[in-house]
């Protein structure tokens, strides 16, 4: 299963859109995380996933789950400087 991801940055967010065989399957939207926690650490100056619409769950599998999609997201903001 071949998915693309595309990053756009809309103001102090990342959208992040996936597409799965040229249809739109999902967009999942990213914030710098907190430097403060009050409940949960999380990594300083990481970028959280804060609101995901999925049009299509077909791209889950045994193998890919939300929170491998998530971390692969994440991977890219990374790579490409954000």
């Known amino acids: 299963m071949s998915m693309e991801y595309e990053i756009t940055q809309v103001d102090d967010r990342i959208r992040v859109t996936i597409t799965k065989e040229g249809k739109e399957a999902g967009s999942l939207y990213f914030e710098k995380a907190k430097k403060g ?3 949960k ?9 804060i609101d995901a619409k999925i049009e299509d769950d077909t791209i889950f599998s045994e193998t890919l789950t939300p929170k491998d999609i998530v971390n692969e997201c994440q991977e890219l903001i990374k790579e490409n400087g954000f």
């Open 41 to 49: 650490p999380l990594s300083m100056g990481s970028w959280a996933c």
């Open 37 to 39: 926690f009050t409940n």
